[in-house]
């Protein structure tokens, strides 16, 4: 079954500590914090993530791009998230598709839930990629411990690209 989780961008990073600090003065560095935590979080999961943010920021004409495997959409300036959101979550619905929604909008969980989708408070998905965070670092230090030691002496950026391969990334 296909799983797909539609976030609310700027509702998320609202409820988020870090990032709502971080958007008081460099909304662009915040966004681009949640675009890595969900990318983490869709390796782990093996969701599609699809972050929406109105157009309310960012004017213009929709786009849509990717990064780290995860699709970011700027609804057009007449549209918000939520319509974008409840449009897709109607649209991508069928037996082999799960939708999921990430918003703490009182009002949008309600449309989404009548939509057939599920829902997760930003709060909830805060708490869940927390513990995911704990999960993988316990792993990495498990694997650490049980590895033997290397022989190879690597520089830093030839660990980062390893990383990446390791990532899927190119």
């Not at 681009?32 to 869709?42: F, H, R, S, T, V």
Request: charged content about 35%.
């Amino acid at each position: 079954m296909k799983r797909i989780l539609l976030v609310d961008g700027y509702n998320v990073i609202g409820a988020w500590p870090e990032l709502s600090n971080l958007k008081d003065y460099d909304l662009e560095m915040a966004r681009n914090g949640l675009i890595a935590k969900m990318a983490e979080y869709q390796s782990y999961t093996g969701y599609d993530i699809v972050i929406v943010f109105d157009a309310q920021y960012v004017r213009g004409t929709q786009r849509k791009m990717e990064r780290h495997k995860v699709k970011i959409v700027f609804t057009k300036e007449d549209e918000t998230a939520d319509e974008y959101i409840e449009r897709k979550a109607i649209e991508w619905k069928n037996a082999k598709t799960q939708i999921m929604v990430a918003t703490s909008d009182y009002t949008e969980q309600w449309a989404i839930f009548g939509q057939g989708a599920l829902r997760i408070s930003s709060r909830e998905l805060f708490f869940e990629i927390q513990e995911m965070s704990r999960s993988i670092d316990k792993k990495m230090k498990r694997i650490r411990e049980e590895m033997p030691k290397s022989k190879l002496n690597l520089d830093s950026d030839t660990i980062q690209q390893l990383e990446k391969w390791r990532r899927g990334e190119k």
